[in-house]
Each structure stands twice: as C-alpha cells, then as structure tokens.
C-alpha cells in the first residue's frame, strides 16, 4: 500500500456510545503505535503493537480505551462509553523496526477526527 | 515529561531563516523531528541520537546538544512549503515510546 490508511476519517459520536477506528499499517510493518491529538496539541501516545502482541498501553487514558491487533497487520482502537473529552484527532503510525532496535521512522496516517456531541 | 519547544510560533518571509528548539529537564536518547501541515498527518524530517553528529535533509538540518538536553532545528532559506507545526519527539530511554512536545507553529510568507 501507498501509506498507512485509517478510518473513517471523521467521527461524530452521541456522548455515551461506542465507536471504533481503524488503522491499515504499511504492509510488513512490525510496529504500530496509537496517540491522540488534541487541537493545537502534540500527538500523545496511548499505545504500542509489536506485531499482534500489545506491548505498551500506558498511555491509555481509561478502561473505556481499547486497542487489537490480533493477525498483526490492521488494528483497531475501540472508546466505549464515550465521554466528550475524547474529542481529539486519533493518531496511527507504523514503522518497520521493533522498539529497542536503533531509533525509528515513524509513518503516521491521516488520523481520525472524533467529535463527541 | 513533556519537552519545551521555543518559539510557540514564528513568522517568516521567504527565504529568511528560523531556528526552533526543543529542550527537555531529563537527559535526551534521542529526538525526533516531525512537520505537521493542517489537517495532515506528521511527517518524518530526521532523527537525532545522544552523541550523534548534526544531521541534514536538504536546507533542513538539526543538531543535539547533550549538555543542555536540547535539540535545536535549522531551517535555512525558508520556502512556502515548510509552512506548518514542527513537533520533536523525544525518547529518553533506548527503546521507550517518545513524548512528543507541543510544537512550533511556522508561518512563511511570499
């Protein structure tokens, strides 16, 4: 693929439902990284794939975060219950090394923006 | 721990030079530099390393200062197309997911 593709790119959810979102890493990427961008903010990470396996989730804000990636490739970052502070620009990137290796290029997508009504 | 960027924002017109900084209170692995235009996604500029030499991409370079836990990016006669916010991302362990700071708003004018 051309790069790394999410959707939908917008999101209007009603306060209290659930969404989900999704990211198309670069094929044959092994990391993938989550982090949310809040308007004139930099980007905060919320979590880390090694291939399927979740390696980091610290930056998840709450238990109504969730996050897959269960073949390794395409991942899934659900919000339950949504509350008006998750209003912000959803963030995907992968990159080819695996995390302790020298550092890395990060490849971000375009982001999904989820507006909370 | 969130990084410091300097200026917040800068004006310039084309061809005028712009440096922006980005410090950090605890000892730096690495920076990374990312340009955001509006409504776009981060782009990769370069990735500086604790003892690393200055690096360069085109009239964009950077450079690491470890003493002062700063990293500072050099752009030099600015164009219309480095419009936008300039994030780093700071990593302070070998292998720790990086804090980005809260960028640099960079205006170039014709």
């Known amino acids: 693929g051309a790069g790394v593709s999410q959707s939908p790119r917008y999101k209007v959810a009603k306060r209290g439902q659930d969404v989900a979102l999704r990211c198309d890493p670069i094929s044959g990427h092994v990391s993938l990284f989550w982090y949310q961008q809040a308007l004139g903010q930099g980007p905060e990470f919320l979590t880390y794939f090694q291939n399927e396996a979740q390696l980091d989730k610290s930056g998840l804000p709450s238990d109504r975060f969730f996050a897959e990636r269960p073949e390794g490739s395409v991942s899934t970052l659900k919000i339950q219950r949504t509350q008006q502070e998750d209003s912000a620009v959803y963030l995907c990137a992968s990159s080819t090394e695996r995390q302790g290796a020298p550092p890395y290029e990060q490849y971000f997508g375009p982001g999904t923006r989820l507006t909370v009504t | 721990q969130q990084p410091v960027q300097s200026p917040q924002a800068v004006i310039l017109r084309e061809g005028e030079d712009a440096v922006i900084n980005c410090s950090s209170s605890k000892a730096l692995y690495s920076v990374h530099w990312y340009r955001q235009k509006h409504g776009e996604a981060p782009v990769f500029l370069m990735i500086?390393?604790?003892?690393?030499e200055q690096k360069g991409h085109e009239k964009i370079s950077a450079s690491f200062n470890e003493k002062k836990q700063q990293s500072s990016l050099y752009l030099t006669a600015s164009q219309l197309s480095y419009s936008g916010t300039y994030f780093c991302?700071?990593?302070?362990?070998?292998?720790?997911?990086?804090?980005f700071g809260p960028g640099t708003r960079l205006s170039v004018l014709p």
């Open positions: 500086l390393l604790k003892g690393g």
């Open positions: 991302g700071t990593e302070y362990h070998y292998g720790q997911n990086f804090v």
